[in-house]
């Protein structure tokens, strides 16, 4: 059975976009190549470090979300090393079993969030605006007795 791993790795900040697409890629093929199944990647963008890395005060961070066998994130890892546009990388283990029903699901749900009808939130009516503050102003009132 698959593990589900996550892996964050960065790259400098001043990296061509061809090029960190072709990073992305690569590190993907791999995945995909030892039979694991990639379930996103997210670009986190640009960001200053919290310390120097290589000379380097901003990078560029990128998430992968997967599952796979071991030998999938051992080949991952061996790449990052061997790669001088990688300054930083972390893996880690979110399960132990991952259920290929849950990933199937997680995989097809990005593509429905992206619709902008199901991104409008309606504003909360009037009584709850009002049951939210009888809430806020009881709260203070027994903080009080009881102290």
């Known amino acids: 059975m698959p593990r589900r ?15 960190l697409q072709a990073l992305i890629e690569r590190y993907s093929a791999i995945i995909t190549g030892r039979k694991g199944i990639l379930v996103k990647v997210e670009k986190w ?4 470090l919290a310390y120097e890395i290589k000379k380097h ?13 071991t030998d999938v994130v051992n080949e991952i890892e061996r790449n990052f ?8 990388y972390m893996t880690i283990k979110k399960e132990d079993v991952a259920d290929l029903k849950v990933l199937e699901t997680e995989i097809n749900l990005p593509a ?3 619709k902008p009808e ?14 939210e503050e ?8 027994a903080d009080e007795t009881s102290g």
């Open 81 to 88: 090393k061997i790669d001088d546009k990688i300054l930083k």
């Open 118 to 131: 199901e991104a409008i939130v309606p504003p909360a009516s009037s009584e709850e605006a009002e049951t």
């Open 5 to 19: 791993y996550e892996t964050i790795f960065i790259t400098p900040a001043d990296i061509p976009d061809e090029e």
């Open 134 to 141: 009888e809430k806020d102003s009881i709260a203070p009132a």
């Open 45 to 48: 963008g640009k960001r200053k």
């Open 112 to 114: 429905k969030e992206t």
């Open 57 to 69: 005060l901003r990078g560029y961070y990128i998430l992968l979300d997967f599952a796979g066998q």
